[in-house]
């Protein structure tokens, strides 16, 4: 026996965070659940990479990521998981200071691991699960 539900999907897009660079969209919202792009540290304004720290490109990403959830009327407070792919596991200290700023209380469940490279030279990227 089996039974079907449909589940509506949308696509969520915000100005206020750098346009894909792929055949991807910035968010999908299905249901009560938001799924969103891994975020690199594109200014949306100058559609350029911001120079300087990691703590920098950090911060960057996050506002990225806070733009998208909030397109979707939601916050970093309903976050539930998070991955952070990083090119340097030696930044990992840097990353979670500032990480530790925009999930503060009650933070997600969350992956990190460090890789090769990442798109437009980034040094971290950071997707999430989000749950109204």
Do not use: H, W
């Amino acid at each position: 026996m089996s039974t079907s539900t449909s589940t509506s999907r949308s696509t969520v897009t915000t100005p206020l965070a750098p346009a894909a660079i792929g055949p991807y969209s910035q968010g999908i919202l299905v249901g009560d659940q938001l799924y969103v792009s891994g975020q690199i540290a594109i200014d949306p304004e100058t559609g350029s990479m911001v120079d300087g720290t990691i703590e920098k490109e950090t911060e960057r990403v996050l506002d990225n990521v806070g733009a998208i959830l909030k397109a979707a009327s939601m916050s970093f407070e309903n976050v539930v998981k998070c991955e952070v792919v990083m090119t340097d596991v030696n930044d990992y200290a840097q990353i979670n200071d500032v990480y530790g700023r925009y999930f503060n209380e009650q933070p997600p469940a969350r992956q990190a691991v460090q890789v090769d490279g990442l798109p437009r030279n980034a040094r971290v990227e950071i997707c999430c699960v989000a749950v109204r």
